[in-house]
């Protein structure tokens, strides 16, 4: 069974920092989605990732991905407010159900 | 682009009280999905559908809970009898095969459910 795990569950961080989350995955996967939610709203497509060293960026967001350490990293540059969400990794394989993890909730401090 | 449309958007009701959820996914999607959300968790898949087919349900309580896709288009989500465990939001999402969007998939605004 596949297991996602986020680290961390919760991160506050100031304005202008830098700053990355984790995710690791248990088994194989050939596909990692990165997906946003703010609060009380749906969750929003940011990333997905299907080969090992895929790198994708937008804005300032950037996320990774690692097949053979089984581990995807979102990069936050220069964090601003707006980028305060709650941030869910999935992985999955094609044709099969994406398991996701806790997700991280981003907390962005003037 | 239309998005996938769901409603009601909120619900309260009394446990043993039956309900239904309602979504219409993405023109052209032909993969659905019924997630649930529980508060600070990561949505968990109830059913997933390839056109009118389920394709995945090994998640879904089967005792209470069922589920329809006719047509391959529209899907309802049905909990009967409503228990207080089920107060969630009820996501409805959808996706395409192809190489462009890598099945990526494309949620709606949920239902919140609150079973008194």
């Known amino acids: 069974e596949l297991k996602v795990e986020q680290n961390p569950l919760f991160l506050s961080m100031q304005e202008g920092k830098n700053y990355t989350i984790y995710c690791n995955y248990s088994?194989?996967?050939?596909?990692l989605y990165w997906y946003r939610q703010d609060p009380g709203k749906s969750l929003e497509s940011l990333f997905v990732?299907?080969?090992?060293?895929a790198v994708k960026q937008e804005g300032r967001l950037m996320a990774s991905l690692d097949t053979k350490a089984r581990l995807s990293t979102l990069h936050i540059t220069a964090a601003v407010h707006d980028l305060s969400a709650t941030y869910f990794c999935?992985?999955?394989?094609?044709?099969?159900?994406?398991?996701f993890g806790e997700g991280t909730q981003l907390t962005v401090n003037p | 682009e239309a998005g996938v449309v769901q409603s009601p958007r909120y619900k309260i009701i009394e446990k043993k009280q039956p309900v239904a959820f309602w979504c219409n996914p993405i023109?052209?999607?032909?993969?659905l999905y019924w997630y649930r959300q529980n508060l600070g968790q990561g949505p968990e898949l109830l059913i997933r559908?390839?056109?009118?087919?389920?394709?995945?349900d090994s998640q879904l309580p089967k005792d209470r809970f069922s589920a329809e896709r006719l047509k391959g288009v529209d899907s309802t989500l049905k909990i009967q009898p409503a228990e207080l465990g089920d107060s969630a939001v009820y996501l409805c999402?959808?996706?395409?095969?192809?190489?462009?969007?890598?099945?990526?998939?494309?949620f709606g605004p949920g239902t919140r459910l609150l079973v008194l």
């Open positions: 088994t194989t996967s050939d596909r």
């Open positions: 999935a992985a999955g394989t094609s044709g099969s159900r994406l398991t």
């Open positions: 999402a959808s996706s395409s095969e192809g190489q462009t969007h890598a099945e990526t998939q494309y």
């Open positions: 559908y390839e056109n009118e087919e389920a394709v995945d």
């Open positions: 990732l299907l080969s090992n060293g």
């Open positions: 023109s052209g999607h032909n993969t």
